[in-house]
């Protein structure tokens, strides 16, 4: 059969999916753009593409090609046998990851199937049809790689197509103007997880290159002007490490980290604090991986190489940072048990009250896909009948939150009816599983009814926001909320934070446990929040900050936080010039303020002649005056603040009422706004970031400190006790302890304590050898024997910047028994002398001391440092150069460590110091298209402190960094 004339000058083709109507469909397919921009370049033919929603109408295409996968499979044949019926002559093309893995399933109803990677066999296809419609003869077809089709009664294929390299043959993909762009940027994953369908499809990871990634950007940016959101949808866009760096990196030097916000998945394993800031310079609101069980028997079924102590991790550290963040979850894995289905669901539940989890966490019935383990486990337990399979049985696989149920009674009800297939009926049958499900929703419900959405509902919501604008009009307890969209402005650096109007301390609670020893300070007007703060922040006043003379030092704080705070004041104004007094040059100021220029709410005003006062928002009954963008900026900049970054916090219908040149709603509309207003006028708050006297610079700390000495004797220095201590073994006598605070503005990274250490002993135990032990926070440094006439003994001792206060403890021993030279028990002197204390800077840069955590094989993993090197010193030809030397303690069981050495996060070498060794010479080229490179070092102390008794706060092990050169 041909198709005669039609094909005489082009070939029509048409694309649609074959979908489930229970299922939501967050995007169109991007496999059919990347199809048509492909023909459109290499196709040796004119064609006519159609994106089609529907098959009503299919007078003017030749070919429609229709993708599904195997859940649709049937709803695919429907499509394709409903188009021959409408139009028999039209040739019929399957494509997607149930042909490519069950080619053998052919249908009669499709002339073609494309397995595999789709734009070259799609192609060639195209063009032998051009050629010979349906009468293109058996041998074409066979040399066309990657096709399956039907020659009688036979199915043939083709053999497998090898794929395309590099990816960036491949055109950026042709987008309809209707729809919400997302990016993919490589294909396939490096994990190989035994349920996942997209690993099975790819087999291995490819990646576009970092300027096709970038141009495609730039063309969403260009077609979709209004959009400020890119949902990036590779299975891990983070697979290569240094790749997504250098996204990043040309992302910022482009200025469109500051106009776009990104989101995409990540893996538990992968996340650390290092992630989390780079996930800030990329603006992404929010993120989420696939935690998938409670269970790491079930987790080490899965393959999914992480555990439940990695995904917590994952969790913690992402709250830490202030990133919100989305988990979904497998449930009826092959012989999962109840007990296992009920950790997963603890699991979310203790993080959703915990608020590391949204509330619109993603739990999904595990259901087979073909190519993966557990496709054949289904198969090889007869579970998969492929001879007589149903295809739908396979559909109604996803959460309940990812369809159109609209509740879990619905979506159960679906699934019943339509006799999904279910894999754990021996250990746990389904309907015990469906009274679980239905149990812990009530608790969800609960907690979501109870809890502000941090940012959206679920993350497939949020990649669909605007900016990740979102309502925050249902929020019910003002006194619990912990402010995410408020902490993620707070830098990492800011150690002490001033928090004005801090309520019952929930978000000051989340900045501390961010970073080690950070001071909280609240001021908070309701004795009652005020109380419940005091339990969580390091001091809290009740005090009004406009009548009350603050009991807080000046030029103190390098954090002030004004969280919906000057909207209820008298004097903002006054009160907020008095909040500066307490702020050091170059502190971060975070003010949040209700939006009255939002647009619904003007329209509301407009429509109904009235302000409609309520609760809680932007018209709160308690709110006496209101700030625009344009009035406050002057303000701001009036007292010496530089506002670094505003954001639009609020509702999400930005889109739906803009037209391109103005916003339309209601039959109200209002011209001439551009797309950089929109997110302020559908805004319900407005977050300024902002530096105070940024052209100042923050005062460094002395090189030298030297504290005074005590004259207690006639040597100088300061004794540290006098007198015997207990007996042990009944044989010596320990002498006295003394110990030594350092103050914590003494403890900077790089400086060093040094003091002189003297024995003082009775006149007649002149000669007698003392032995004095020297302990840095607990940790024995070592055990110095001091001789009555040897002198004094000079101790260098490297601070840890991570203290609060750090305590030097001195010990001295004496090995003799008071009897024994003729004193009784009670007869006391001997001490051990303190001189000479200095904290200086180090001529070697300190990094660390300090453990970690303990990873699989149960080491300790050593402190990490960074060094940045200012811009200016990266030129072409310019290499830099340093030693390491580490620093160990006496009681180590090893005699080496090794030391990774990172350049702009990407691992370049590991230098292995022994503890003899002279140090070590590292050198590195650097590049001068960085804005400020960064050198971080990760060193490795293989044993656990308890192997040399010491406790997990037991903490010194440092490696020295120094002569640092940089030569062209």
Excluded at 318 to 342: D, H, M, Q
Excluded at 917 to 930: E, M, N, Q, T
């Amino acid at each position: 059969m041909s198709i005669g004339y039609k094909l005489a000058n082009e070939v029509r083709i048409g694309f649609i999916k074959a979908s489930h109507p229970l299922d939501v469909q967050w995007h169109k397919p991007l496999a059919f753009g990347y199809l048509a921009s492909y023909l459109y370049r290499y196709s040796e033919v004119s064609v006519q593409i159609t994106f089609l929603d529907t098959i009503d109408s299919l007078d003017q295409i030749d070919v429609i090609g229709i993708s599904c996968t195997s859940q649709d499979y049937g709803i695919g044949i429907q499509l394709a046998s409903t188009a021959k019926k409408i139009k028999p002559s039209i040739i019929t093309v399957l494509g997607g990851h149930h042909i490519s893995h069950l080619p053998q399933t052919l249908a009669g109803c499709f002339d073609f199937g494309v397995v595999g990677e789709g734009e070259e066999t799609f192609n060639e296809l195209i063009t032998a049809i051009y050629a010979d419609g349906l009468s293109v003869c058996d041998n074409t077809l066979r040399s066309i790689h990657g096709l399956v089709y039907r020659s009688g009664n036979d199915i043939v294929q083709s053999p497998l197509r090898t794929p395309i390299t590099p990816l960036d043959r491949i055109p950026h993909p042709i987008r309809s103007s209707e729809e919400s762009p997302y990016l993919l940027t490589s294909r396939g994953c490096p994990y190989q997880c035994a349920f996942c369908g997209s690993t099975a499809f790819w087999n291995k990871v490819r990646f576009f290159g970092v300027e096709y990634v970038l141009e495609e950007i730039e063309r969403i940016i260009t077609q979709f002007p209004q959009n400020r959101h890119i949902a990036i949808w590779d299975d891990l866009f983070v697979a290569n490490t240094k790749r997504f760096l250098k996204i990043v990196d040309l992302l910022e030097e482009k200025g469109l980290t500051e106009k776009l916000q990104f989101s995409f998945t990540m893996r538990a394993n992968l996340i650390d604090n290092q992630l989390c800031r780079i996930l800030k310079r990329l603006n992404v609101p929010a993120t989420a991986f696939g935690a998938e069980s409670g269970s790491n028997r079930i987790l080490k079924k899965m393959n999914k190489g992480s555990t439940v102590e990695i995904n917590q991790r994952a969790l913690d550290c992402l709250y830490r940072n202030g990133i919100p963040a989305s988990c979904s979850f497998i449930v009826g894995w092959p012989t999962e048990t109840e007990k296992e289905v009920r950790q997963s669901f603890e699991f979310a539940l203790h993080n959703l009250r915990q608020g590391k989890l949204s509330a619109g966490i993603s739990v999904n019935i595990l259901m087979p896909i073909p190519g993966t383990m557990v496709w054949k486990w289904a198969i090889d337990h007869s579970h998969i009948d492929l001879e007589n399979m149903d295809w739908k049985r396979l559909a109604i696989y996803a959460a309940f939150r990812d369809s159109s149920a609209g509740s879990l009674e619905k979506w159960i009800k679906y699934r019943r009816d339509n006799q999904s297939v279910y894999l754990a009926e021996e250990t746990l049958p389904q309907e015990k599983l469906f009274d679980i499900m239905l149990e812990y929703q009530k608790h969800f419900d609960h907690l979501h009814d109870r809890q502000a959405p941090s940012r959206g509902s679920s993350y497939s919501v949020l990649c669909n926001d605007l900016e990740g604008i979102h309502d925050y009009d249902e929020i019910e307890d003002y006194y619990t909320h912990e402010r995410p969209e408020v902490s993620i402005g707070v830098p990492d650096h800011a150690k002490r934070i001033l928090d004005v109007g801090c309520s019952a301390g929930r978000l000051g609670a989340v900045l501390k446990q961010r970073v080690l020893d950070r001071v909280v300070v609240g001021i908070e007007l309701d004795t009652d929040a005020c109380e419940e703060a005091g339990n969580v922040l390091d001091e809290v006043y009740c005090v009004d900050v406009e009548s009350d003379d603050l009991p807080l030092p000046l030029s103190s704080f390098d954090c002030l936080i004004l969280a919906d705070i000057l909207e209820h004041l008298r004097d903002p104004w006054s009160a907020f010039k008095g909040l500066l007094r307490h702020l050091k040059p170059g502190a971060t100021v975070l003010i949040s303020v209700p939006n009255i220029r939002n647009f619904n709410l003007v329209k509301n005003l407009l429509q109904s002649g009235r302000w409609e006062y309520v609760s809680e928002g932007i018209l709160d009954r308690t709110h006496l005056r209101f700030f625009t963008r344009r009035e406050l900026l002057p303000f701001l900049t009036a007292n010496d603040i530089t506002c670094r970054k505003l954001t639009y916090i609020g509702e999400s219908s930005a889109e739906d009422c803009f037209t391109g040149s103005g916003i339309v709603s209601d039959g109200l509309s209002l011209h001439g706004i551009n797309p950089e207003e929109l997110g302020e006028l559908f805004a319900t708050q407005l977050i300024y970031t902002c530096v105070y006297r940024a052209e100042e610079k923050t005062k460094q700390p002395e090189e030298i400190i030297r504290f005074p000495l005590n004259h207690t004797t006639d040597r100088e220095g300061v004794i540290f006790g006098t007198g015997f201590g207990e007996e042990i073994d009944g044989y010596r006598w320990i002498g006295p302890i003394g110990i030594f605070y350092i103050p914590a503005a003494s403890l900077a990274q790089g400086r060093i304590v040094s003091f002189s250490l003297l024995g003082s002993s009775l006149p007649h135990l002149s000669g007698q050898i003392l032995i004095v032990q020297v302990f840095y926070n607990d940790v024995k440094l070592e055990s110095i024997k001091i001789n009555d006439h040897a002198g004094k003994r000079r101790i260098h001792i490297p601070l840890h910047p991570g203290y609060r206060d750090a305590c030097i403890r001195i010990e001295s021993s004496a090995y003799f028994r008071p009897s024994e030279n003729g004193q009784s028990p009670d007869y006391r002197k001997l001490s051990v002398v303190l001189s000479e204390l200095v904290i200086e800077k180090s001529k070697n840069v300190l990094f660390g001391p300090g453990f970690y955590g303990e990873d699989k094989d149960g080491r300790w993993i050593g402190p990490e440092a960074l060094l940045e090197i200012p811009s200016h010193q990266l030129r072409p030809g310019v290499t830099m150069s340093f030693q390491l030397k580490a620093s160990f303690l006496n009681e180590m069981p090893v005699s080496q460590m090794s030391v990774a050495v990172y350049y702009n996060d990407v691992p370049i070498n590991t230098i292995v110091i022994a503890r003899q060794d002279a140090p070590s010479k590292v050198k590195i080229k650097l590049h001068p298209s960085d804005r400020n490179a960064r050198i971080r070092l990760v060193p490795d102390a293989f044993f656990r402190p308890s192997e040399i008794g010491l406790s997990q706060d037991q903490r010194l092990i440092s490696v020295r960094f120094s002569d640092f050169k940089i030569q062209g």
